[in-house]
């Protein structure tokens, strides 16, 4: 079993009464999953944004295509100290930018996927992009509406749209 220690950036925090998890990326932008008892052993509350250093493990077989690994231990939060530091955007943060920019418009993960504005993360591809648009998303940043297919009869979207403002999705002229 491969047991490493890394610094994880939180990307989202899941909570209500019953159930509190979190999701981190490594500096590779590689899922990691944190669950409530790990969160809870930290003893810490933790935010979008933070940075832990935390022990990983590979994730179970079948969540390993979404989530490659998780977190075991959260052995401290990292400091950040108030001299500034050049540091790369997050995806979520350069994706919310570019949609701020064009709150009239909507966009699909495929959509963003092709876009020419990830200069800062190089191995950007559609899995990522899911990710950053749904943490926006489940934070509230943004407006998802999922499409269904006609012919579709199961409860999986055919395709996820994302826009900055609900407005953005009225068809009118479009």
Known sequence: MLIEEKEL????VVSNKEYAAAFAWTEEQED???SRDVMESFGKDVIEGDVVIGVIIPNKWGHREKTPFKCIRISSM???TSEPEVTTPLLR???????CER???FFSVEDMSHQEIYEDHPRTGRQ???VALDSLHNSGHVCKAAVFNKMNHGDKATINLYAKEMDAFEWGDH
Do not use: A, G, H, P
């Open 93 to 99: 943060d350069v994706i919310y930018e570019y949609m």
């Open 103 to 105: 709150e009239d418009e």
């Open 9 to 12: 950036v939180i990307t989202n």
């Open 128 to 130: 990522e992009v899911r």
């Open 32 to 34: 990691v999953f944190i």
């Open 78 to 80: 990292v400091s950040l």
